[in-house]
């Protein structure tokens, strides 16, 4: 049924169902959703919920960025644009640090750009990690100041967020 399909569409990333398996039998069941819909349901939440919690690795040494990550999961599908922001803040507090790491001091009032520009400047970081810094950057701002961002955005850039992070842990 529409509203099976619909629940589903909104809980197949995992947060606010805790068992979401017993949700889909409990639709096949109660004769609200098919077998191959079912079948779909289960592997869309296996895919969506993949790459979630990759920054457990942060735990030991950068809590902070650990906390500003599992926010941005937390949001990745109910508040695009805030999963958006927090990643933004989470690729920014890297570079920061990734500066200070080198002896370059950052000011509260430099912007994230002007900071990816020294990192560069520095040599302190890849044009590949800078790339992906800056479009981290860009989906955060447009998220910040627009209020644009799509699942599939939030969920991208949650994707390429990590990599700065292994890179930077």
């Known amino acids: 049924s529409e509203v099976a399909e619909n629940f589903l569409e909104a809980s197949a990333d995992g947060y606010g169902v805790p068992d979401f398996a017993a949700a889909i039998s409990a639709l096949v069941a109660a004769g609200l959703l098919s077998n191959a819909r079912a ?4 592997a869309e939440h296996a895919r969506l919920t ?3 919690t990759q920054f457990a690795f942060l735990a030991p ?3 902070f960025l650990l906390h500003l990550a599992l926010a941005a999961e937390r ?3 109910d508040d695009p644009s805030a999963a958006l922001v927090k990643l933004r ?3 920014e507090s890297i570079a920061r640090q990734v500066l200070a790491d080198v002896g370059v001091e950052t000011g509260p009032q430099e912007t994230f750009e002007s900071v990816l520009y020294r990192l560069r400047d520095n040599r302190a970081a890849s044009v ?3 790339d992906l810094f800056h479009g981290i950057r860009k989906a955060g701002n ?3 100041h627009e209020g644009l961002g799509t699942r599939s955005e939030s969920l991208h850039q949650l994707r390429q967020a990590r990599q700065p992070a292994v890179w930077f842990d």
């Open 39 to 42: 079948a779909y349901w289960t």
């Open 50 to 52: 993949a790459d979630l």
């Open 61 to 63: 040494h950068q809590p």
């Open 75 to 77: 949001y990745v599908f």
């Open 89 to 91: 803040l989470f690729a």
């Open 128 to 130: 590949e990690v800078l």
């Open 142 to 144: 447009a998220a910040a």
